[in-house]
């Protein structure tokens, strides 16, 4: 059996920094080169790592996983071409990045929800959320707006109709608690709850924070209808890639399926 390979960014930078000074080996066809796929930690690195292990040796896959911790890395990568693939955002993330960056990327099928939550250190009960408390988003527009929604979806505030648009923190039209609204990166969200009575955190972090989504969130996305599913971006063009498609096979097969519901038990959602 084949090694196993996961390297965080850092090391992956060192590895491409010695390959460029001619520390690799010869230069192989991409067909013969291991499929270099950058992820979160949380769940992401974790389904590849039970395919890297469970099943692309029969699928013929060679398979390497470089960990973000972060949501801007992991584009920067693929558009450079550091990596082949990402797995770590939703289509209307993409969208965002794509307007603001100008990436050429292509996403593939959804692979999995994983809904926002409210959480609080030190209240359990949403109706507690006292009068000008402070709640912390993500800072990035996307996951600021489906932030914004989950409070207005709890009656915490009122949003302008900002049609197809996220809404931002200008459309609050209605805020009858006065909540101050603080955004932060998504990233720093699980340690800020020291310092806000509340933030509303991404589920990845939330898990990697030994937060239990459906049992600890005061609050949480809805799943069904939600269109912030997870999948596969790769280049635009590479998309026929071999390896690209075995990948993409695998992440929607049975097995990973029921990876996914043993493993998160609701926290995240098969979304195939």
């Given at each position: 059996m084949r090694s196993k390979l996961t390297l965080t960014a850092a090391a992956f930078t060192t590895a491409l920094t010695l390959s460029a000074c001619g520390g690799g080996d010869a230069e192989l066809s991409a067909a013969d080169e291991p499929l270099q796929v950058g992820a979160s930690p949380v769940p992401h690195a974790e389904i590849l790592r039970y395919i890297d292990e469970e099943l692309?040796?029969?699928a013929g896959l060679d398979l390497e996983i470089v960990e973000f911790t972060d949501y801007v890395q992991p584009n920067t990568a693929?558009?450079?071409g550091s990596i082949d693939a990402n797995y770590f955002q939703t289509v209307p993330y993409l969208e965002e990045q794509e307007a603001s960056a100008g990436y050429d990327f292509t996403a593939l099928e959804p692979v999995h929800i994983e809904p926002l939550g409210l959480y609080s250190d030190t209240l359990t009960d949403l109706a507690d959320l006292p009068d000008g408390a402070t709640v912390a988003i993500p800072n990035d527009p996307t996951n600021a707006g489906r932030a914004l929604e989950l409070l207005a979806a709890n009656d915490l505030i009122t949003l302008a109709d900002t049609g197809d648009s996220a809404p931002t923190a200008l459309d609050v039209e209605g805020n009858p608690k006065n909540l101050q609204i603080t955004e932060i990166e998504a990233a720093q969200l699980p340690r800020s709850l020291a310092d806000v009575d509340a933030a509303v955190i991404n589920g990845n972090y939330a898990i990697d924070a030994d937060l239990v989504p459906a049992?600890?969130?005061l609050a949480l996305e809805e799943a069904e209808g939600n269109p912030n599913a997870n999948l596969l971006v790769v280049r635009a063009g590479t998309e026929d890639d071999e390896?690209?498609?075995?990948?993409?096979?695998?992440?929607?097969?049975d097995e990973v399926r029921t990876?996914?519901?043993d493993t998160y038990e609701?926290?995240?959602i098969p979304a195939f």
């Open positions: 692309a040796d029969d693929l558009d450079d049992e600890d969130a390896r690209i498609q075995q990948l993409e096979e695998l992440l929607h097969s990876f996914i519901e609701g926290a995240v």
